[in-house]
Nanobody
Framework: QVELVESGGGLVQPGGSLRLSCAAS??????????MGWYRQVPGNQRELAAQ???????EYAEFAKGRFTISADNAKNMVSLQMDNLKPEDTGLYYC?????????WGQGTQVTVSS
């Protein structure tokens, strides 16, 4: 079992930035990793992909994240970060880290992001 611990959420004003980080409780061999990513669940909506990165550092972004969010990973440390810039009130929600591997998918508990003036 792998536990994922997220950090970096909080309250920010519109136009501000936050950096989310996620670390795995134990190391997963890079050959077993498919992707590391960030999902979000905004009020009234289902959980949706924000961004993900695979072990070859190829990235994928949701439309709402393009140009504002940047995902990066340290595969050796099983860490993934999400830099979020120019945040908008509609970005408010719970952000979850996900690690997809050959032995299953693991989720973090979520970190709250609130964008409000």
């Amino acid at each position: 079992q792998v536990e994922l611990v997220e950090s970096g959420g909080g309250l920010v004003q519109p136009g501000g930035s936050l950096r989310l980080s996620c670390a795995a409780s134990r190391r997963v061999d890079i050959d077993r990793i498919y992707t590391m990513g960030w999902y979000r669940q905004v009020p009234g909506n289902q959980r949706e992909l924000a961004a993900q990165i695979n072990r070859a550092d190829s990235t994928e972004y949701a439309e709402f994240a393009k140009g504002r969010f940047t995902i990066s990973a340290d595969n050796a440390k099983n860490m993934v970060s999400l830099q979020m810039d120019n945040l908008k009130p509609e970005d408010t929600g719970l952000y979850y880290c996900k690690l997809s591997t050959t032995v299953g998918a693991f989720w973090g508990q979520g970190t709250q992001v609130t964008v409000s003036s």
